[in-house]
């Protein structure tokens, strides 16, 4: 099947919103999902964006049975290590069920990689759950490790009640 | 004693240098630091920077024995979560040991992670994340005594990288349109 992986424009929102609420339902926790499609625009689109967003797309003949022809998205920001310098990190990888199996998902990372080389980027970082078996020997399959097993890094993160007393200074802290 | 916490200049990038090898070194991987203070001043203070730095500095009399007074940082940068929104990610939150413990909690890595945390909120970013190695049990305390909780333990998440032949041979498969 034919495809063309390219830069998301803001027109994409729309479709991007559409997948990002299909993992979550699929997931069964679209009510974690607390961005609005505008959030996106706003976000990704502006001056200064907090994300950069590839789309892979198929055309008229293979739309799906809703009319998307629209069926995978990969998100991603640019980082930094204070060891190596730039760096890109892969925030989402997702392509609609029915259009899997055929390299889309691979066609999406590789063009975040090559893009991230070319903006002079040394290292591709994205998160997995550990007990996601099938998407951990995907992953290491195709040559990348794994940092939080290989130097005993562990992810963590302050939000809510703990952000804002973080931010206020309290004494108690 | 008293210290100030501002956002750091090109100019300290020597300084931040100097204390990301001190960093390294603690975590027995010095060998790993890769850029210099010249990469530093390049990709944080371009039109589009990579990160953002905070340093917290001490007044002259309590300057270090080597003369330094810029003495523990911050380096973060702009995430984005596609379920929560605007985010932070701290890559390093640094404070030379001399300079460490006196007032738990109201010393200057609590300063210098309160101001990233007050960034967050001007910026409307809803999470602050990092990374901590799960032997550093100092370190460790002292983030959960601030809330954070343990992604990898709690959820099971791993970070997974591409990076040198795996990167390049990834980049080689991307489609040519």
Not at chain 1, 10 to 26: G, P, Q, S, T, V
């Amino acid at each position: 099947m034919d495809y063309t992986i390219r830069v998301a424009t803001l027109e994409d929102c729309k479709d991007i919103y559409r997948m990002i609420m299909e993992l979550a339902k699929h997931e069964k926790v679209s009510d974690q999902v607390k961005i609005a499609q505008r959030d996106l625009e706003q976000d990704g689109f502006s001056k200064n964006p907090f994300f950069q967003s590839i789309i892979a797309e198929v055309p008229e003949q293979h739309r799906s049975k809703d009319g998307h022809s629209k069926v995978g998205y990969a998100l991603y920001f640019f980082a930094y290590s204070s060891w190596k310098g730039r760096s890109v990190y892969m925030e989402d990888l997702y392509v609609m069920p029915e259009y899997r199996g055929k390299g889309i998902g691979k066609a999406l990372m590789s063009k975040i990689a090559q893009l991230g080389l070319a903006a002079g980027c040394n290292q591709l970082n994205f998160a997995v759950l550990n007990w996601n078996k099938e998407s951990m020997d995907f992953y290491l399959s195709q040559g990348c490790w794994d940092v939080t097993t290989g130097l005993d890094y562990h992810c963590m993160r302050c939000e809510g009640p703990a952000l804002e007393a973080l931010a206020r200074g309290d004494p108690k802290n | 004693m008293d210290f100030m916490i501002r956002a750091a200049t090109p100019e300290d990038c020597k300084d931040i240098s100097r204390m990301i090898m001190e960093l390294a070194v603690y975590e027995n991987m010095p060998d790993q630091v890769k850029i210099s203070h010249e990469v530093l001043e390049q990709d944080g203070f371009c039109k589009n920077p990579f990160f953002h730095c905070l340093v917290a500095e001490v007044a002259e009399q309590y300057r270090t024995t080597e003369g330094y007074t810029v003495i523990g940082y911050a380096l973060f940068f702009y995430t984005y979560s596609t379920w929560k929104g605007r985010s932070v990610y701290m890559e390093d939150l640094y404070v030379m040991p001399e300079f460490r413990g006196e007032f738990p909690g109201k010393g200057v890595g609590t300063a210098l992670m309160s101001k990233v945390a007050q960034v967050c909120k001007e910026q409307q970013c809803v999470r602050l994340q990092f990374s901590v190695l799960n032997w550093n049990t100092p370190s460790l305390d002292f983030y959960k005594a601030k809330g954070a909780q343990d992604l990898t333990d709690s959820e099971g998440w791993h970070v997974l990288r591409f990076d040198g032949e795996a990167l390049d041979k990834l980049a080689q498969m991307a489609p040519k349109n």
